[in-house]
């Protein structure tokens, strides 16, 4: 397992080949501390048993797709599933492959680009898709990137699913939250897409103003604001960190676990677009190339 630390004066990033993921992410809180914001393993072979995803490049398709896979050009596509939901890429996904390092950046806006080539229905998928993420730091920024090409049509929808924990709280409660998303993607008891989206307004969905989190769990794929310039903003007054999302994804899945004191900001398509042509298209054509472009800014008040 391979393992690539690049730094700025302001972030510290340290990434593996397993998973494309991030081990951890060291910034400075109010205090003059250094501080990892994401939860990790300190070895990183504790990744290969690890349930969680943590910090990993989730893929070919993140989040839930329902009936156990879906319909693209008139064939059927049946992906791996357990009670009829396929999760973040099904039995072994992305985060569970060694991806390999492309290019290694020392300079002033250092970064680090990894591929892996994701065979022709692997996991039930159809298309050779190469995948793509590139690590840049830029002053006080993380800059998330990930791309895709295919040699036949495919559906795709990458992320980053790294816990951010921005203090040593035991939990979340204190946490102020505010979402530049006006409506939600209602879900089942499954937490698949039911097809709706509605208003957070008046609901525990409705981050608008921002607000502590207090008992609040959520697992909620939310609705992106168009015009929106700051998708997410997290503070912690105990530690002074504020943390920013700005990204080009139409949905951010908001995860708060019940069992670590963390939070998902999963920038992407609406889960289970691929079942819901209302859905922004999940669709990748050849000759086309799939971005996701996601930023994490940190800051101290």
């Given at each position: 397992?391979?393992?690539v630390?690049?730094?700025?004066?302001?972030?510290?990033l340290?990434?593996?080949?397993y998973?494309?993921?991030?081990q951890?992410?060291?910034?400075?809180?109010?205090?003059?501390n250094?501080?990892?914001?994401?939860?990790?393993?300190?070895?990183?072979?504790?990744?290969?048993?690890?349930?969680?995803?943590l910090?990993?490049?989730?893929?070919?398709?993140?989040?839930?797709?329902?009936n156990?896979?879906?319909?693209?050009?008139?064939?059927?596509?049946l992906?791996?599933?357990?009670?009829?939901?396929?999760?973040?890429?099904?039995?072994?996904?992305?985060?569970?492959?060694?991806?390999?390092f492309?290019?290694?950046?020392?300079?002033?806006?250092?970064?680090?680009?990894?591929?892996?080539?994701?065979?022709?229905?692997?996991?039930g998928?159809p298309?050779?898709?190469?995948?793509?993420?590139?690590?840049?730091?830029?002053?006080?920024?993380?800059h998330?990137?990930?791309?895709a090409?295919?040699?036949?049509?495919?559906?795709?929808?990458?992320?980053?699913?790294?816990?951010?924990?921005?203090?040593?709280?035991?939990?979340?409660?204190?946490?102020?939250?505010?979402?530049?998303?006006?409506?939600?993607?209602?879900?089942?008891?499954?937490?698949?897409?039911?097809?709706?989206?509605?208003?957070?307004?008046?609901?525990?969905?409705?981050?608008?103003?921002?607000?502590?989190?207090?008992?609040?769990?959520?697992?909620?794929?939310?609705?992106?604001n168009?015009?929106?310039?700051?998708?997410?903003?997290?503070?912690?007054?105990?530690?002074?960190?504020?943390?920013e999302?700005?990204?080009?994804q139409?949905?951010m899945?908001?995860?708060?676990p019940?069992?670590m004191?963390?939070?998902c900001?999963?920038?992407?398509?609406?889960?289970d677009?691929p079942n819901?042509?209302?859905?922004?298209?999940?669709?990748?054509?050849?000759?086309?190339?799939?971005?996701?472009?996601?930023?994490?800014?940190?800051?101290?008040?």
């Amino acid at each position: 397992m391979k393992q690539v630390t690049i730094s700025t004066p302001f972030i510290t990033l340290i990434v593996l080949d397993y998973g494309a993921l991030i081990q951890k992410l060291l910034i400075k809180d109010a205090h003059g501390n250094t501080r990892n914001v994401v939860i990790g393993y300190d070895s990183p072979t504790q990744y290969l048993d690890d349930p969680f995803f943590l910090g990993a490049c989730v893929g070919r398709y993140a989040g839930r797709i329902s009936n156990g896979g879906f319909e693209l050009d008139r064939e059927t596509h049946l992906l791996f599933h357990e009670d009829g939901v396929h999760l973040h890429g099904g039995k072994e996904g992305f985060g569970k492959k060694y991806w390999t390092f492309e290019e290694i950046d020392y300079g002033d806006e250092p970064f680090v680009r990894l591929s892996y080539t994701s065979k022709h229905l692997e996991e039930g998928y159809p298309g050779n898709l190469r995948a793509s993420v590139t690590y840049t730091l830029q002053n006080n920024i993380l800059h998330i990137v990930h791309e895709a090409t295919t040699d036949r049509s495919t559906v795709v929808n990458l992320t980053n699913h790294s816990y951010f924990r921005l203090d040593d709280a035991p939990s979340v409660k204190d946490l102020e939250l505010q979402l530049d998303c006006p409506k939600w993607v209602v879900t089942d008891d499954k937490l698949l897409p039911t097809g709706e989206l509605a208003p957070v307004e008046g609901t525990k969905n409705d981050f608008m103003t921002g607000r502590s989190l207090g008992k609040t769990l959520l697992d909620t794929p939310f609705v992106v604001n168009s015009n929106s310039k700051v998708a997410a903003r997290l503070h912690s007054r105990r530690s002074g960190i504020v943390m920013e999302v700005k990204t080009n994804q139409p949905a951010m899945v908001v995860y708060i676990p019940p069992h670590m004191p963390a939070i998902c900001f999963e920038t992407q398509n609406y889960p289970d677009a691929p079942n819901f042509p209302h859905f922004p298209s999940s669709v990748l054509k050849p000759g086309a190339v799939y971005e996701n472009k996601s930023q994490f800014i940190f800051d101290i008040e």
